[in-house]
């Protein structure tokens, strides 16, 4: 209940940040996909309409982690990324349980919320939800392309985010990566890399396919990525679990910044 009590602003940015997320990629893929709208109408090409899509959801990652919760927050919105950042000491047990709970609520409420509004065109088999489900490569394939796009994205992370000249564009780099995974990646798993954004798209959708790829190969791919980053520089080359951390928001993680009096990169509890 302490932590609870001390960081509940830092867990209901996480779930606001998912939100967020799941809102846009709802209503982003409605407008290159749903049948009627104008926009699918003036583009046939599927390359151009994922690439676009790639785009959007990438400046939409881009704008959460510079955003000025995304700056307390450490902008993870991604259950495995969590969960990758207490492996590697930087999070405390009870801030990953509770920033876990509220990456899962927050997408489902997202989602929920459009669903509310755009009811008829989420639904619509054009968008089905906005489902990750594998592609006609099947299962295996998908296993294949989530681990591979988890452990990309998370070695990216570690090595950008501690690299001092690099680590302000971490999310930078962040939203070119989820820009590219979209547009290559997607036709053969559906372009996941988080179990919270699959389940929160599961549940209205009563769509359960292969959903175990989408909880196991991504915390496999960004486990295997902080094994590879902690041979190459050491657990200690690990600073902070912020993707950006160039900011005077408060810290509430096992902060190397902190530890070294390195205070003009984001406060302390």
């Given amino acids: 209940m302490q932590a609870l009590r001390k960081h509940y602003p830092e867990y209901f940015m996480e779930a606001a940040g998912l939100g967020i997320f799941m809102i846009s990629a709802a209503v982003v893929t409605t407008l290159l996909e749903y049948p009627t709208s104008p926009i699918r109408q003036a583009i046939s090409d599927p390359l151009l309409r994922r690439f676009i899509i790639g785009v959007a959801m990438g400046l939409t990652a881009i704008c959460i982690v510079y955003s000025p919760w995304g700056k307390q927050s450490g902008a993870h919105i991604n259950p495995v990324v969590t969960f990758t950042f207490f492996r590697l000491g930087k999070i405390k047990a ?3 349980f509770f920033y876990i709970l509220a990456q899962f609520l927050g997408g489902l409420i ?4 459009t669903l509310v509004v755009f009811k008829n065109a989420i639904t619509d088999p054009s968008v089905n939800y906005v489902v990750t489900i594998p592609g006609t490569g099947g299962v295996s394939v998908a296993f ?7 452990f990309g994205v998370m070695l990216m992370i570690l090595f950008v985010s501690n690299t001092p ?3 302000p564009f ?3 780099f962040a939203g070119v990566l989820i820009a590219t995974y979209i547009t290559i990646e997607a036709p053969l798993s559906g372009m996941s890399m988080n179990p919270a954004r699959t389940l929160a798209s599961a549940i209205p959708s009563q769509n359960w396919t292969a959903i175990w790829v989408y909880f196991t190969a991504p915390l496999l791919g960004m486990l295997l990525a902080a094994e ?5 520089k050491g657990q200690r080359a690990v600073r902070c679990a912020k993707l950006h951390h160039h900011n005077n928001k408060r810290c509430i993680f096992r902060c190397g910044y902190r530890q ?4 003009g990169m984001g406060h302390g509890e």
């Fill in 94 to 96: 009870w801030d990953a």
């Fill in 110 to 113: 997202g989602l929920i919320l």
């Fill in 144 to 150: 294949l392309a989530e681990l591979v796009i988890s």
């Fill in 165 to 167: 000249k690099l680590a």
């Fill in 170 to 172: 971490t999310g930078i």
């Fill in 228 to 232: 590879v980053y902690v041979r190459l």
């Fill in 260 to 263: 070294n009096g390195e205070w």
